[in-house]
C-alpha cells in the first residue's frame, strides 16, 4: 500500500488512529533522550539544548493530540498500546548503532567526537524522515477532517533541518557525503518499518 492510503487507512479507524499517534510519540521520544544522552556536560551548545526540548515537547505534544480520539486511551508506550511496536522500537535504535559503526570504520572516531558526530549523521537523517512524513499525515488529516493536527511540529522540523545542515557544515568539508550515507542506512530501516506497518494495518 502507498504510504499516503496507509496513513489514510490509520485514520479511519481510531484504534489504530491513536495507536499511531502514540507510536509516533514514543519515536520522537527516543530521538529527544537520545540527542540528550549524546550531550556533552560541558560543551552543549543553544542549539542542541533547544533541539532536545523540541523534541520532548513533540512527543508530549503526540500523546496529547490522542485525547481528541474519543473512547480510545494509550497511557504508555507498552507493546499493546503502539503500531508495528517491534519495528518502532528497533529503527532509531539501530541507525544509530549502524551510523557509529560507519564513523567508527570511516573516520576512527571515538568518545566524545564519536558522540557529538552521530547526533550530527542520525538526526540529519531523521529530520529529511520527518520533514517528508509529517506534512503527508498533515494532508491526509485535513482531507478525512481530523481533529488531530501535527503544524505546529511540522514548522519545528523545517527549523531542525537547517539547524543540523548549519552544524554539519562547520563539522566537515565532507559532510554532504556522510549525511547522504546516513540517509542511505536510514531508508533501509524506514522501509522495513513501513512494511511492518503495512502488515499490521492491512490484517
Ligand atoms: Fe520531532
Ligand atoms: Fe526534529
Same mark, same amino acid.
Given at each position: 500500500m502507498e504510504f499516503n492510503k496507509l496513513l489514510s487507512a490509520i485514520i479511519n479507524n481510531d484504534q489504530l488512529h491513536a495507536r499511531w499517534l502514540n507510536t509516533l510519540s514514543l519515536m520522537e521520544n527516543t530521538g529527544a533522550r537520545k540527542i540528550s544522552a549524546s550531550e556533552? /556536560?560541558?560543551?552543549?551548545?543553544y542549539i542542541i539544548l533547544k533541539h532536545a526540548a523540541e523534541e520532548h515537547r513533540h512527543a508530549f505534544y503526540l500523546k496529547k493530540q &490522542?485525547? !481528541? &480520539? !474519543?473512547? %480510545?486511551?494509550? /497511557?504508555?508506550?507498552?507493546?499493546?498500546?503502539?503500531?508495528a511496536p517491534k519495528s518502532s522500537r528497533y529503527y532509531l535504535n539501530q541507525l544509530d548503532i549502524d551510523v557509529c559503526r560507519y564513523l567508527k570504520k570511516e573516520l576512527g572516531l571515538k568518545g566524545r567526537d564519536l558522540r557529538f558526530a552521530a547526533y550530527l549523521l542520525v538526526t540529519y537523517a531523521i529530520e529529511v524522515r520527518a520533514d517528508e512524513l509529517y506534512p503527508v499525515y498533515q494532508e491526509e488529516l485535513d482531507r478525512t477532517g481530523s !481533529? %488531530?493536527?501535527?503544524k505546529s511540529i511540522i514548522l519545528e522540523e523545517e527549523g531542525h533541518l537547517e539547524e543540523m545542515i548549519n552544524q554539519l557544515k562547520s563539522f566537515s568539508p565532507e559532510w554532504q557525503f556522510h549525511a547522504d550515507k546516513a540517509v542511505e542506512m536510514e531508508s533501509k530501516l524506514f522501509l522495513q518499518w513501513v512494511d511492518q506497518l503495512n502488515s499490521e494495518v492491512c490484517n
Open positions: 556533552d /556536560p560541558e560543551t552543549v551548545t &490522542i485525547e !481528541k &480520539i !474519543k473512547s %480510545v486511551e494509550c /497511557p504508555t508506550y507498552t507493546t499493546g498500546y503502539l503500531i !481533529k %488531530v493536527n501535527v
